[in-house]
């Protein structure tokens, strides 16, 4: 059985690493677009700027707070012990997942339907774990607990994106003086922000880089970090002013511009937290894959995450990014003028936030679904003019038309594999 | 691939378009206030230039009401109740269309207003521009307060203006009043048919300030959500 691994490792090992690099791309091309399209739709950010904020950002968030959803991908909703007779299943079965997940996602781009990464993945690997290998393979409460995380994440997303734009209301838009008040408060939403992400990166993410913190330590670096964020931001808000001729009924110009200052801080944490999360989908598999081939069969290997692998996760997002992603982040940027800075600071901070937590927590889960349920939440609190609930509807379909499609190509390519290696 | 990312639940906010009908309605009133000085002074040159003028604002009013009304399907969830807002805009386009037909009617009649009332008339007739005027006012304040994201404060301003409407539009029904009133000593002077028409005509400036008027009271209803 492990004479599969040995015979046909380097090519298994290579086939891995372009699939999980095609996952990546498709992540780049079109997930991206997804968590930094508020910013360039709020003209808080320049196209160039966003490519460059996701490619920073993106990257830091897969290497310092991706390792808990990476290692759920790649060991959390199979049982290890189940399949340490047979090793190379699980590389076929990943290799499987990433090619599934890629190729709908590909497919769905073409057609515009608005799929979650995440849900493909998610939905590959179990498929092919119950249908391939064996139902009581897949961990089922684990499993459980991610899709419920599905659902929980758009609504808290929206509670907080509600909260923070009712405060955004009493503290600044309903002020007399609102451009005033945005100065005031507006460093304290850029503090939030440095806060959560730190945070999390703090408690869960740098373990897996082999630096350890304590509760403490934790807290107080992150209160650090966060005042020179606020620091930083109120330097910046300082540079802004409001003797620039308003029309009248165009109070809130100044204001929107403050704003947009402070979207440039959440996008930053948008696309951290996008990194932290979704990246994981493509580096997972591709991680279980390499530690299977490199201990030579051993499924339960403990080993960290090798460097070259987050590599390749990067380096696809980058060039998704740069080939097809900052085309549709131009449509969006061109389509949208409802989402002004100050609700759409609203909508990526909360997103931004609840998928931080849900990555230090393990928890793979969608940034797109996220958003959604954050715009919504800016919406109820009677922030934006229209929201199209049959654009919404869609969203959710293609949510639940992901996971069985995901599963069954998965299932298809798990056995065209497994009969082309003869195992 | 496209503008198929999430951000398309963003629809198209009905608030631009409604500003847009408020300008031409804006547009409108001073127009007819042009066509009716020009009227008075018997200037039938100009007054068919102000007519042309105030046909085409209204049709343009009437294509932005029809892209308001085919924008706006069920599953739109928006931060206005959908019944208001559609309200609103029709009893908007009532305040183009008032000006029309009151700019039809002395057209095409050619109709010339008795020595003894014309001042009477004029400051009717102003009375209820005004009110058109204040209305538009109100509109342009809802717009504000969608960006502020209708607060208490603001509420309180709407309902300033709209109060000030209420005084205009009280203010013309008096001036109506009273030129009835001097029309009717004298009406007997005058070709039956003309004088009936005269009468419709200040029927029709009386409405064009009650809409005005409307458009204020469904303006408080559509924010006080």
């Known amino acids: 059985m492990i004479d599969v691994i040995a015979d046909y490792g380097h090519i298994l090992l290579i086939i891995g690493c372009f699939c999980g690099f095609f996952m990546a791309w498709g992540i780049g091309a079109n997930d991206v677009a997804n968590a930094m399209g508020t910013s360039v739709g709020a003209r808080a950010l320049t196209l160039g700027q966003a490519v460059l904020v996701a490619c920073i950002f993106e990257f830091a968030g897969a290497y310092l707070a991706g390792g808990e959803v990476t290692s759920t991908i790649r060991k959390g909703i199979i049982d290890s012990g189940v399949i340490n007779q047979t090793p190379e299943l699980l590389v076929f079965g990943m290799i499987a997942s990433l090619l599934a997940a890629g190729i709908w996602l590909l497919i769905a781009s073409y057609f515009g339907w608005p799929v979650s990464t995440t849900h493909s993945i998610v939905g590959a690997i179990v498929g092919f774990a119950a249908v391939g290998i064996g139902f009581d393979v897949v961990q089922w409460p684990k499993v459980a607990s991610i899709v419920a995380s599905w659902v929980v994440s758009p609504i808290m997303a929206g509670t907080i994106s509600f909260l923070l734009f009712t405060s955004v209301k009493q503290l600044i838009l309903q002020k007399p003086d609102p451009f005033m008040s945005a100065k005031k408060y507006v460093p304290m939403y850029m503090f939030l922000a440095g806060f959560i992400v730190s945070m999390v990166t703090f408690l869960k993410g740098l373990k897996h880089v082999g630096l350890s913190f304590s509760t403490s330590q934790s807290i107080a670096w992150s209160l650090v970090i966060a005042l020179v964020i606020c620091l930083m931001g109120t330097l910046l808000l300082q540079k802004i002013d409001n003797t620039k001729k308003e029309k009248n009924g165009a109070m809130f110009d100044g204001v929107e511009r403050i704003f947009a200052v402070l979207m440039v801080f959440t996008a930053c944490a948008m696309a951290f937290a996008h990194g932290s999360n979704d990246v994981a989908n493509a580096i997972g598999p591709l991680a279980a894959i390499v530690s299977v081939i490199n201990s030579g069969g051993e499924v339960a290997a403990k080993s960290i995450l090798p460097a070259w692998v987050l590599l390749i996760g990067a380096s696809g997002i980058v060039l998704g990014l740069g080939m097809l992603g900052y085309r549709v982040m131009m449509t969006v940027g061109r389509s949208i003028t409802e989402l002004t800075p100050s609700r759409g600071f609203a909508a990526e901070l909360a997103a931004a936030g609840t998928v931080v937590i849900a990555s230090g927590t393990g928890l793979p889960i969608s940034t797109t679904h996220t958003l959604v349920g954050a715009v919504l939440g800016v919406g109820l609190a009677r922030g934006i003019g229209a929201i199209n609930l049959g654009v919404v509807g869609k969203i959710i379909l293609s949510w639940i038309v992901t996971l069985p499609v995901g599963a069954g190509l998965s299932i298809l390519f798990f056995f065209a594999l497994k009969g082309f290696f003869g195992s | ?225």
């Open chain 2, 1 to 225: 691939m496209g503008n198929d990312t999430f951000l398309g639940m963003l629809a198209e906010s009905p608030f631009t378009g409604l500003q847009e009908h408020m300008k031409i309605g804006n547009k409108t009133s001073k127009e007819l206030q042009r066509f009716l000085k020009a009227v008075s002074k018997n200037d039938w040159k100009e007054a068919k230039e102000c007519r042309k003028e105030i046909v085409s604002l209204e049709n343009q009013a009437d294509d932005i009401k029809n892209s308001i009304r085919n924008n706006l399907p069920k599953s739109l969830f928006m931060s206005v109740s959908r019944q208001d807002l559609l309200d609103l805009v029709f009893t908007m386009d009532g305040i183009p269309n008032a000006a029309k037909d009151i700019s039809g009617v002395m057209i095409g009649r050619q109709m010339l207003i008795p020595e003894e009332i014309k001042s009477g008339f004029i400051d009717c007739a102003n009375a209820a521009i005004k009110a058109a005027n204040q209305a538009s006012n109100a509109v342009k304040k809802v717009d504000q307060m969608q960006r502020s994201g209708f607060s208490s404060s603001d509420a309180n301003l709407l309902e300033d203006i709209v109060s000030e409407l209420e005084k205009i539009e009280k203010k013309n029904d008096e001036l109506e009043i009273a030129l009835r009133t001097e029309f009717f000593k004298v009406e007997k002077e005058y070709p039956p048919v003309d004088v009936m028409f005269l009468y419709d005509v200040i029927n029709k400036i009386g409405s064009l300030a009650d809409i005005s008027q409307t458009v204020g009271h469904v303006l408080i209803r559509l924010v006080s959500k």
